[in-house]
């Protein structure tokens, strides 16, 4: 039997790269969850989610530009780069706007729950509009996750709103949009989140107005490090999603992403003391114990050949 050299290369070279993004989307979860109790604490010390996404986007957009410009990135889009990142700017605009809105509606944990259910979205999606086949595996890793959530979290259901849920699912949709679409946006990735800031910003200004306009910029001296977090961590967290998203399937980086309400649960428990019950605790380890699982048995399948950056999806 003869041995192939170049296959077996491809193969290693497949599995790297799978290894890779599936790193890439464990920090970006990671720095996500930090983001969230961050925001919360910002929210109650007078700067709700809106304002927070519209000042952040104020100040990204000249430091980005900046940034870009320093090391040589240009930052006009090509007429093949327009509709990928302006449907991805409106995804992550309309994801971080209605994700944070919905946290001055309803408790944590119940957005937490209804918000997370995107990786569900995601791979249906997948496998209706790029085909991808939804295996079993999938499915019960999802399951296993969302009910370990659901215990971590501890919705309680008296506290339901509509105007909170109906906030939280329209971010769980364009969540999902977004994660399938970051993988088909190539080019610099300073480039994207920048002209992705240019397009939240009018975005959460609507959606500020329509709530009665921004928060005073004295609202900064009240919370600058929690503010500060809540920034930094979002913008580092969203160069590694697209990292990941050119390396790894979109239903495979939603699913990775459900390691973000555990660091949202650890955060919380150390930056603003709440703390978790045994069951809860319990919870926790269903989440990780699904994605580890998810992790392991996907590294063992023989790989598939390998995507170029922007053909991941």
């Not at 085909?131 to 959530?149: M, N």
């Not at 970051?182 to 910003?201: C, D, K, M, P, Y």
């Not at 919870?283 to 996907?298: H, K």
């Amino acid at each position: 039997m003869s041995f192939d050299p170049l296959a077996g290369e491809a193969g290693r070279q497949a599995r790297r790269t799978l290894l890779l993004g599936t790193l890439f989307a464990l920090i970006g979860a990671w720095l996500y969850g930090a983001n969230i109790p961050a925001a919360r604490a910002a929210s109650q010390a007078g700067l709700p989610g809106a304002e927070l996404i519209f000042y952040r986007s104020l100040i990204m957009v000249p430091v980005l530009g900046a940034i870009a410009l320093a090391f040589g990135h240009g930052l006009s889009l090509g007429p093949a780069d327009r509709g990928p990142v302006l449907r991805l700017a409106v995804a992550a605009g309309l994801t971080a706007t209605f994700y944070l809105s919905a946290l001055d509606h309803l408790s944590v944990p119940l957005t937490v729950v209804i918000f997370y259910t995107f990786p569900l979205m995601v791979m249906l999606l997948s496998n209706r509009i790029e085909g991808r086949p939804l295996s079993r595996q999938q499915i019960i890793v999802f399951g296993i996750a969302f009910a370990g959530l659901v215990i971590a979290v501890g919705p309680s259901a008296d506290q339901l709103t509509v105007k909170g849920v109906l906030f939280a699912l329209v971010a769980a949709m364009a969540c999902a949009a977004m994660f399938l679409i970051a993988g088909h946006v190539e080019g610099s990735t300073v480039r994207t989140l920048f002209w992705i800031q240019v397009v939240v910003a009018p975005i959460s200004l609507a959606f500020l107005l329509i709530n009665g306009g921004p928060a005073p910029l004295d609202a900064f001296s009240k919370a600058p490090v929690a503010i500060g977090i809540a920034m930094a961590a979002y913008a580092i967290a969203f160069v590694f999603q697209l990292m990941a998203s050119r390396r790894i399937s979109a239903s495979r980086t939603s699913l990775l992403f459900l390691f973000e309400p555990v660091t949202a649960i650890v955060f919380a428990a150390w930056f603003i003391g709440e703390t978790l019950s045994p069951l809860q605790l319990g919870g926790v380890a269903m989440i990780l114990a699904a994605l580890a699982g998810e992790i392991l048995l996907d590294s063992g399948r023989k790989p598939a050949p390998v995507a170029s950056p922007g053909e991941a999806g």
